[in-house]
């Protein structure tokens, strides 16, 4: 069985050469693959009207679906063209103005998170921060925070995690060197003071504790 | 086409008034939510006003936040932020007196704090002029204000804070002041009591000062010329 024809047959296939100028020792194979290639039935294929209608149908319900339709509008790239007129001071002026945008946005202050403590210890922890202990006895509680100036007087921020069994909550904010008040939310909704801290009018006829922090890492109150 | 130029031109302008109308959205927001509905407008006067006399608006805000967690009626959020308002004011016109234009906004809430707690403004100004650095006024009226509500006498406040000033004492060593106050009261002593020891201790060389120290700012006696 021949896998291959030599090239010089496969130009007499292609019609560039003829039998007789193939090398004598060639052209026993050349007929032969002028003889294959010759009983090859190249009579054009004919398809019955129905098959042809059948594919045209099912080509005809896939390109009205609208869902192929919206995707292939949405798929498809169009061209853009994009013209506008624009004045060189209207170029700076609209530079000037996202420039002073993001200076007046990078100069807004951060809400500074407010250092306060009751019967705690407090330990540098950055710079400008010390680590403050909270602690808070409340046997019973199902859930103690600390609120304060430090995070918005948020009562769910900041939640105190109870040692074991003893009633004693805690938790340890790294807070920055001041003055600051505070006071324990028990359970959601009853506001305590630190019995361990010092205490102010909170101007709605309660009181808040205050911790005093300072940088030197030792007690505080 | 000048729809372009004008859209540039409008954010010029707006970029202009940026400070003033983001403080005034940044106040609404921080309210809403935090503060009963119908507090927020009186509260966002109450800080419009302030801001327009170069008040600090800050703790306003905070008081709002701080009545609204706790759940207190809107009138009593108003009537406490009011009142700080006021304080504020005053405060700041113990600054202007005492030489300061231009107080930060911490040292006018130190200012209104201590006013709060029973300090008169003469007592805020000479609180103002004895803390040159590196002593921070603003923490100076703070502490002032701690002990006059922990019930030492205001003059005696005062005193204790400027013997520890002229003492030399360090900062860490004002801020621990009432929490000194607070453990003497537990011990049975009256604030009054437990300021006038600290007081007296104020008088000794501080911690790591050799017996010869004295503070800056003040001459060392020369031992052959009493």
């Known amino acids: 069985m021949i896998t291959g024809y030599h090239p010089l047959v496969k130009r007499l296939l292609d019609g560039e050469l003829s039998l007789a100028q193939l090398p004598p020792e060639l052209r026993a194979e050349g007929e032969e693959a002028l003889r294959l290639v010759g009983a090859a039935d190249r009579a054009p294929v004919a398809l019955s009207p129905a098959f042809e209608e059948r594919v045209m149908a099912v080509v005809r319900r896939h390109a009205a679906s609208p869902g192929r339709r919206a995707w292939r509008w949405l798929n498809a790239p169009r061209e853009v063209e994009l013209r506008l007129r624009v004045r060189p001071w209207a170029v700076w002026a609209g530079a000037l103005a996202v420039a002073a945008g993001l200076v007046l946005l990078l100069a807004r202050p951060a809400p500074s998170p407010e250092p306060r403590g009751g019967t705690q210890q407090a330990h540098v922890g950055t710079r400008d921060s010390v680590l403050v202990r909270f602690v808070l006895f409340a046997p019973g509680a199902r859930r103690v925070a600390v609120a304060g100036t430090f995070n918005q007087w948020d009562r769910s921020a900041t939640l105190l995690v109870p040692a074991g069994t003893s009633g004693v909550w805690t938790t340890t904010l790294a807070l920055p060197v001041g003055q600051h008040q505070y006071a324990f939310v028990v359970d959601g909704a009853r506001w305590v003071v630190d019995p361990a801290a010092p205490a102010v009018a909170d101007g709605f006829g309660r009181r808040n504790s205050v911790v005093a922090v300072t940088a030197q890492g030792g007690r505080v109150l | ?226």
């Open chain 2, 1 to 226: 086409m000048r729809t372009p130029q004008l859209a540039l031109g409008l954010v010029l302008v707006l970029s202009t008034v940026l400070p003033h109308g983001l403080g005034a959205q940044d106040v609404a927001a921080r309210l809403d939510g935090r503060v009963p509905p119908e507090a927020q407008r009186a509260v966002r006067g109450i800080a419009a006003d302030a801001a327009a006399r170069g008040l600090p608006v800050e703790p306003l805000v905070q008081k709002a936040i701080e009545g609204g967690a706790k759940g207190v009626p809107a009138d009593r959020v108003i009537a406490a932020v009011r009142a700080l308002a006021g304080r504020l004011g005053e405060a700041m016109a113990a600054m202007h007196e005492a030489g300061v234009a231009a107080p930060s906004g911490d040292v006018v809430e130190g200012g209104a704090d201590a006013l709060n707690a029973g300090l008169s403004g003469g007592q805020v100004r000479e609180l103002m002029r004895m803390s040159h650095p590196p002593y921070d006024p603003a923490l100076t009226l703070r502490v002032a204000a701690t002990l006059a509500a922990l019930g030492v006498p205001a003059k005696q406040t005062v005193q204790l804070l400027a013997g520890m000033i002229s003492a030399g004492r360090s900062l860490g060593d004002l801020l621990s002041l009432p929490g000194q106050v607070q453990t003497g009261v537990s011990h049975g002593a009256t604030p009054a009591q437990a300021a006038a020891g600290l007081a007296r201790a104020a008088g000794g060389t501080p911690p790591g000062r050799s017996p010869g120290w004295v503070p800056p700012g003040q001459r060392k006696g020369h031992p052959h010329k009493p």
